[in-house]
């Protein structure tokens, strides 16, 4: 029995998010809540033939704590998206409440739920999330997750298109650490190397191509919209290797922008690898019925891969940091 809750369900990514979610056999009650529409959405949804009970909520009448109540799985694609010209910073000043307001919602409601952020960006809403949860007395940092598997999946199909067959993509496996913002894709440890003679040129344009490929996806849309499609695909394999861990399955390693507490001995030592004392990275994470099971080392990188750390995690830094200073400045 698994309640899953998409907070956000009516919107760009919370609509086929939501469908995906219903597709899952694990899932028995899907609970959608957003601002507008949940009903409708619900309604369509409730009619596909698979066992997920489907309920819509909308704020009056106290929505939010009902769409909450008895939650295993929280996921939050809530907020806005980036648009063109708009910088992370713009995005963040608008995304930052919405998010303080639903951690807000779940730390009273359901505590001990996995709660799954993708608001953007990720970087600051995940330490938003933890500290509402610290005001509450109910933080668990093995139970909170940002979703970083977007650049995980576009790194999957970038890889096999170099290797001229899409055909590998669902089996290429590219560690991507950092955040959402700072992404590093490990290319030199995929699951299927580059070819041999793989200029680093090319290298350093496929490299980019991961780490801003939602830029590539707004200006296809003209402005009128960002990766919305390819975002719910990733937060939904995201998602269900969390009810697969929960459920008993061992061994799944995904990565993820966790705090580096989850994993005490795991955490320090990639403290030390990255050479920063930060509260939060994007790493590969082992994940169990309790959440995080370790925080696994991000193993032997090139001299490139160390450079691409070295300039992302002063910018993560600022990113957290900026988290954590909304809620110290909020009234909670």
């Not at 799954?116 to 809403?125: D, E, F, G, R």
């Amino acid at each position: 029995m698994v309640k899953a809750v998409v907070l956000g369900a009516a919107g760009g990514i919370g609509q086929p998010l939501s469908l995906l979610l219903k597709n899952n056999p694990s899932v028995t009650e899907l609970s959608l809540y957003d601002i507008v529409n949940t009903p409708g959405v619900a309604a369509d949804l409730s009619h596909i033939s698979t066992p997920a009970k489907v309920v819509g909520y909308l704020p009056p009448d106290d929505g939010l704590k009902k769409a909450l109540t008895g939650a295993d799985i929280v996921v939050i694609p809530a907020g806005v998206p980036r648009k063109p010209g708009m910088t992370r910073d713009d995005l963040f000043k608008i995304n930052a409440g919405i998010v303080r307001d639903l951690a807000t919602g779940i730390a009273t409601t359901a505590p001990k739920a996995f709660v799954l952020v993708i608001s953007n960006p990720v970087n600051s809403t995940v330490p938003i999330v933890v500290e509402v949860f610290k005001k509450h007395g109910v933080f668990d940092p093995k139970r909170i997750f940002g979703v970083t598997t977007l650049d995980v999946v576009r790194a999957s199909t970038f890889v096999a298109e170099v290797h001229g067959d899409l055909g590998k993509a669902p089996t290429v496996v590219v560690p991507v650490i950092g955040g959402h913002s700072g992404i590093v894709p490990l290319l030199s440890q995929s699951s299927h190397p580059l070819p041999s003679g793989f200029a680093q040129e090319s290298l350093e344009a496929l490299t980019y191509r991961i780490q801003f490929g939602g830029d590539e996806v707004v200006k296809a849309k003209d402005g009128a919209g960002s990766a919305t499609l390819s975002m719910a695909y990733a937060g939904v394999e995201f998602t269900n290797k969390i009810i697969r861990a929960v459920k008993g399955e061992k061994g799944i390693v995904a990565p993820s922008f966790v705090h580096l507490s989850a994993d005490k001995n795991g955490g320090e030592a990639l403290k030390k690898e990255i050479g920063r004392d930060l509260d939060y990275f994007s790493a590969p994470i082992e994940l169990g019925p309790e959440g995080v099971v370790a925080i696994k080392s991000l193993g032997k990188v090139t001299d490139y891969e160390a450079g691409l750390i070295k300039t992302a995690v002063p910018e993560l830094a600022i990113n957290i940091e900026k988290g954590v200073s909304f809620i110290d400045s909020s009234k909670l």
